[in-house]
């Protein structure tokens, strides 16, 4: 079982970066693909990105692609999600999860692929 700990948001103006970090709990965090996804306020959640266990694969949704990068520390337990050139469209709260499920690019952005969650951070991008 894993714990995770989202940090680093806040508010920025549009085209601001931020910095999110998630701190897992845990020995076996290397064995787990990690994902970031967000929720606005009155929509559903949505897929962001997705590393696998050695951080050497990666997947965006399209809509950040070139703007946001995940990556990933296996020994300090902890995958960030850089974001940078934000827009108003972007706020939302970001949500870092993890999964046992093998590597697949597509099945990475499933919400329902992932058994735990974070409690979430707030970015506010103002425009």
């Known amino acids: 079982q894993v714990q995770l700990v989202e940090s680093g948001g806040g508010l920025v103006q549009a085209g601001g970066s931020l910095r999110l970090s998630c701190a897992a709990s845990?020995?076996?965090?290397?064995?787990?693909?990690m994902g970031w996804f967000r929720q606005a306020l009155g929509k559903e959640r949505e897929f962001v990105a997705s590393i696998n266990w050695s951080g050497d694969s990666t997947y965006y949704t399209d809509v950040v692609k070139g703007r946001f990068t995940i990556s990933r520390d296996n020994a300090k337990n902890t995958v960030v999600l850089q974001l940078n050139s934000l827009t108003p469209e972007d706020t939302a709260v970001y949500y870092c999860a993890a999964s046992r499920v093998s590597w697949n690019y597509e099945r990475s952005r499933l919400a329902e692929m992932y058994a735990y969650w974070g409690q979430g951070t707030q970015v506010t991008v103002s425009s």
């Open positions: 845990g020995r076996t965090f290397s064995s787990y693909i």
